[in-house]
Structure formats: structure tokens, C-alpha cells
């Protein structure tokens, strides 16, 4: 499969993907991005790698201003709209890279994207250039008016590795792609000619005359072989709007169509029950035949835009889009009936045989909404975006309680069986705001779309204001995440990474991603996420003089000799605030937030995210005189331990809040209160307890300083670092 794709767009959640409830969401960051000229007729796409960074592509017709580094092409000529390809660091703050793609003799656009292994972005779209650049190509040439067009950039986006048209005589657009384990390449989109290339086909030709065609095409990994193609359509229009490949190497294609007589085969629906319906196609990885292929839809007008595959447990296939219909299918479903006779958005689950598992309206009252992509986390949650007019549009636990103006974008997410709705927002500003897309993966989201609003929410911006003058559309690109935010994520891409510092030489290593200088002898390291855009900080404490030192943020004083390092979001508004607990009076100092007293000289600070609410705890626990005593300010306290047991509290659960913990050297016990009793580790480790698996709950870990050793527990060992580093991982 595919590393993330999603047509639309972008955000991030962690806690609420892995447990499937309720939990607190916060922006981590969001971003305008585009020119005084229009953005986003077109599109815009995302996918995410591996290291959670993330990638755009669509439409603008800015031909020199639209930003540009690293560039594979670094303007176009003339006033018609351009393909861009932009890369995101992981917090949203920089471009990694951001290129044109296109020819100058007619307008081009992408529509979809997304990441192979190797970090290369594969994008699809369409043109009308006669001159858009090919580099190893199926089709060399523009067939006809407008043709589709595939294309692989290099990780480094400076070069096209492989590119080509894809189309007839006629109008082609790909508006789809999708890869499979061995890498193949799925595109589907509509063709109007008679002479799109097929082969291998189910449909070996155009179902009728001056219309579109669905189509679904497969090509080779490296993009120069077509492994089959065809048509798929009846007498009146289709399009194919989505693809998404299963692991066994079949497509699902989803989109709608206006004839009485598109193919079907153990269908659910076997007839158009309205105007234009919803079809969904499971085809054979041959491409001659077909698993199922149905209609979907009433009386009214249905439109399927999104299709995901859940392959955990039982395979389902999940789609969404709009539907008019007061009749549309639903069972088990959150809303039953329709709430605005202008559209709802619709999200219905399908077996693999072809009949639904479930299906649901989801809407408002007095104004239309619309499903335009879908997204399934790990919990088999389904995630769906979009845009609604409703100010009735049922929210949840919302980022965004009220509607913005005009439309708004939502992001909502609904349970496994799609009768309960888990979280639901708006997300925009006065203006219109469309989202486009959604993906999910490595405890994350991500959203984009189009925004025209100037009030359009921004945080940890690469571009904090809309560029676009009057209604002019820019692209926005937004970051959610739940306020889980205790672990230390060098890279933001929602897992904890495995981290030292070496006081002697002030080295900074964390694994797999960087080596820096920062500090010196007597610094005590004090890393977090002081910006809240759900990355981690490399930060120093230096007693000597109480400085705080945030890498490439700030220079502050708080603090003096003899003060522990606390750093934590006390107030619950994401941004990490210095602390400090001075022992012998047992202060509590947190910069700009409050000053108490909680503790004695000989009690262990141990603040943490003891409750639900996404605020650090004060908290400490008393092991002198073999107490075991937790006191955990405003919550609780209670016996757990004894000296000289090592307190190790941490999310064992992966329920959204800690549980009480300890670690015992000597044994190399393990117990977590009210859980679970474990022997891992022995004599001299340290426990380090963190999310290493990115899905939101902590793993049982050790540090062996004699040797380098870390030990993650149904995961990995590793050596890493040496007698005398400090580990910097939580």
C-alpha cells in the first residue's frame, strides 16, 4: 500500500486515531499557502511520509511568485494555470522543497498524490500542454484537447524521474492515485475518448458517445509498463473519483454516473435509482474481471468523492461523498434521515462481497454538505472532510464550536460501525472554506483544502496571512493533534525517539534523525515542545546561572542552583512553559502560570498528564523512608512503592492519561498500578517508558549505560551511546 495519500485536507490527531475516544484536540499548526493569484481551482492533494512531513499539490496560476525551493522548476510562462508539488517540514513551519511542474503552451493542474518508499512523490493531474515535460514515458505526446498526466519526482524534488501523458484523442483527467505493496501504480479519473489506452481490459471500449468514462489504469512500479487498463461506463457520464488498493492487489474504485446501465456484477444495487448515483468497483488485479460493482444511492442525486480500504480484522471498504437522496441506503446508522434537502455527506462501509455494513447521513439543517474525502486510523474509526453551509452541523468535543460564515470545512470522525460520532469541528474563518481530504497514519492526521476567508485559523505558520486578494482562493494546510503531548518527538512524526545527551562534549544525538552541538558541562537538558506545534525542542537548563536555552526559540532566566528542570504544558494550552521544584522548600515555579508549594526535601518530582484534561500535573512521589506515597496535586493520593523503587509513571494503557508505575533495579520488576506486573530489564538500568511505537501508548523501556543498550519491549534492542549519557526520551 501507499506510505499516506489523501485527495484534501490536512491535520493531525494522535490520542483519539489509537483509542477511539473522546479526547481533548489542539492545533499544532496551520498555514495559508499561495500568492496574490488564485490558488486551488484544483485539488489541492496531500500525502505524508514516514517522518510525518507533508505534500501538496494543485493548481495556481501565479507564474513566478509562487514559492519556490529546491525547485525541479522554478517559474512557468504565461498566465495559465500551473501544477505545483510543495514539501512541509514536519511542524509546518518551512518548505523542505516547492516546485512548478507544467509546459508553457496551456494550463495544467494536479489532483493527487502520494510518497513511494523511497520518498519520492508521485502526483497525477491533468493538462492541455502540448509541452509538459516527460522523462521516461508511456505516452510521450498530448493525444488530444486535454490529457492526464503521471509523473514521479525525486526525494529531493529537483528532478523528475519519470514522467508521462496519459489520454486519447479527447478530454482525459486522473484524479486518483494509489500504490500497492509491490509499488504498481493505480490512476483512475474520466475520459470522453474512444481511444484511451486500455489493455487487458474489462471494457474495451467508450460506453457512449461525447461522454466521460470512468477508467482505471495500472502501470509497472517504475511507471513505464501498463499492467492493464479500462473503461468502466454506460451510455450517459461517469467519473472515477478515488482508488485505494487493498494488499491483495485489488482496486476500489469509487465515483458516480448518470447511465441506467453501468456495469454490474454481484451487486448490492443493481440499478440507478435516481439522477446519478454512487458506484463502487472491487476489481480482480488482473483488470478482467470484477470482485463486485454496484450502484449506491435514492431517489436524488449521489455523488461518491473518497474510498479507503480497512484491512485490520475483517477487509471493508469504506466511501463517502453527497447525497440528495431523502431514500439514500443507511443502517446502523448515526443519523438516519436526511437534514438539509441541498445535500448531506454520506460515509457507507462495505464487505468485500459487494453488500454494506453499514451506512449514515452526515449533516445539518437549512444548508448543504458534502463528503469529499475519508480516512480509516487505527482503531477502524473512519474520518471523514469536507464542506458544510449548516450551522446545525453536529459537532463533538469541536476545535471550532461555531460555523464561520459562508461554508466551512469539518473534519468528523465516526465509530467503527458508523453509528456514534467520536469528534466533530468546523474549521474556518468568514469566507468560504472547503476541505478537500484527509489522511491518517502514525497516530496522525492531516487536512487540506481551499480557504478565500482572511480569518481563516493559523498557528506555527510557514505563511500566517491569506496572500490572495479579494475572493482569491489560497491553499490551507492545518495540523490537529490531542493533548497528549508528554512524549519527546524530535520530528513530529507522533512517535518518541530514542535520544542522548553527552554533557561532557554537549552533544545531542537522537536516533535516525540528528547529531548537534547545543550546551555545555553543568547543563542539565530539559528538551519539550515550547511552541506547540507537536515537536520537540533540544532546550538546556543551566543551574549556574538559571538559564534556559531553546534551540533556535529563545533565551530566558528562571530558576537558580540547586533547581530541578521541570518543563511541562501546565496550562493546557499546548505551548511547553519552563518549571522548576526547588527541593529544600518544595517550590514549584512555572514561568507565567503560578508559583506553590507541594513536597519535601527528599520527595521525587514526577509531574505528568495524570487526567484527561491535556494540562502536566504537579505531582511528586515520597520513596525515602519506604512511604511509596503518590501525591498527585488536585487528584489523588495514595501508596504505591517503596524506596528505592524507581517511579516510571506513563500512558501504559493508551487510555489518554497516566497510570501510576514503578520500576525495581534490583529485580527488574515492572508494575503498573491496578494492571500489570512484568520482569524486564536489571541491576544499573534506567526505565524509559515512552511511545517508541507511534500509537499512543507507552512501551515498557531501559537504558543500560555499561553497554549503550536500549531494550523496548515487544519491539526492538538497539545500542545507542555510552557510559555516562543522559537519556532524553519520554
Known sequence: ????????????????????????????????????????????????????????????????????????????????????????????????????????????????????????????????CTDFPVVNPYQSENAGHEDG??????????????????????????????????????????????????????????????????????????????????????????RGNAVAVSSDGYAHLAGYTYSSDFPTKNAYQNSNAGSSDTFLCRIYPSGLDMDFSTYLGGSGDDLGYGVKVIETGLTRIAVTGQTLSADFP????????????????????????????????????????????????????????????????PVFNPYQSTHGGNIDCFIACLSPGLSSLLYSTFLGGASADEGKGIATGYGSVYVTGVTSSISFPTRNSYQASRAGITSNNDIFLSKFSSRT??????????????????????????????????????DIPSPGDYDGNGTTEIAIFRPSSGLWALRALSRIYFGSSGDSPLPGDYNGDDDWEPAIFREDTGLWAIRGVTRIYFGQFGDTP??????????????????????????????????FGAYPDEPVPGNYSGGGSWEAAIFRPQSGLWAVRDSTRVYFGQYLDGGYPADYHGTGEDAIAIFRPSSGLWAIRGLTRVYFGQYGDTPVTR
Open 1 to 128: 500500500m501507499k506510505i499516506l495519500s489523501a485527495i484534501g485536507v490536512l491535520f493531525l490527531f494522535i490520542s483519539l486515531l489509537n483509542s477511539g475516544s473522546a479526547e481533548v484536540i489542539e492545533l499544532r499548526y496551520s498555514t495559508y499557502l499561495g500568492t496574490e493569484f488564485e490558488e486551488g481551482d484544483f485539488g489541492p492533494a496531500v500525502a505524508i511520509d514516514s517522518l510525518g512531513a507533508a505534500y501538496l499539490t494543485g493548481s495556481t496560476i501565479a507564474n513566478i511568485a509562487f514559492p519556490t525551493i529546491n525547485p525541479y522548476q522554478s517559474f512557468v510562462i504565461g498566465p495559465n494555470p500551473e501544477v505545483f508539488v510543495s514539501k512541509f517540514s514536519p511542524s509546518g513551519s518551512s518548505l523542505e522543497y516547492s516546485t512548478y511542474l507544467g509546459g508553457a503552451s496551456n494550463y495544467s493542474a494536479g489532483q493527487g498524490i502520494t510518497i513511494d518508499s523511497q520518498g519520492s512523490a508521485w502526483v497525477v493531474g491533468f493538462t492541455a
Open 149 to 238: 498526466f503521471l509523473c514521479r519526482l525525486s526525494s529531493s524534488g529537483s528532478s523528475l524521474e519519470f514522467s508521462t501523458y496519459l489520454g486519447g484523442s479527447e478530454y482525459d483527467r486522473v484524479s486518483s492515485i494509489d500504490l500497492d505493496g509491490s509499488e504498481k501504480v493505480y490512476v483512475t479519473g474520466g475520459t470522453a475518448s474512444s481511444d484511451f489506452p486500455t489493455r487487458n481490459a474489462y471494457q474495451g471500449s467508450l460506453g457512449g458517445t461525447g461522454v466521460l468514462d470512468a477508467f482505471i489504469t495500472t502501470f509497472s512500479s517504475l511507471g513505464s509498463e501498463l499492467i492493464y487498463s479500462t473503461y468502466l461506463g454506460g451510455y450517459y457520464a461517469e
Open 330 to 393: 443507511t443502517n446502523s446508522a448515526y443519523q438516519t434521515s436526511r437534514a438539509s434537502g441541498d445535500g448531506d455527506a454520506f460515509a457507507t462501509l462495505f464487505y468485500t462481497w459487494g453488500w454494506p455494513y453499514a451506512s449514515t447521513y452526515l449533516g445539518g439543517a437549512a444548508a448543504e454538505s458534502s463528503g469529499h474525502d475519508i480516512a480509516v486510523d487505527d482503531g477502524e474509526n473512519l474520518w471523514l472532510t469536507g464542506s458544510t453551509g449548516s450551522p446545525y452541523f
Open 485 to 522: 503531548g508528554w512524549n519527546y518527538d524530535y520530528n513530529g512524526d507522533g512517535t518518541s525517539d530514542i535520544a542522548l545527551f553527552r554533557e561532557s562534549s554537549g552533544l545531542w544525538a537522537i536516533r535516525g534523525i540528528t547529531r548537534v552541538y547545543f550546551g555545555q558541562n553543568g
Open 606 to 639: 514526577i509531574p505528568g498528564y495524570y487526567s484527561s484534561t491535556g494540562q502536566n500535573k504537579i505531582a511528586l512521589f515520597r520513596g525515602t523512608g519506604g512511604s511509596g506515597l503518590w501525591a498527585i496535586r488536585g487528584i489523588s493520593r495514595f501508596y
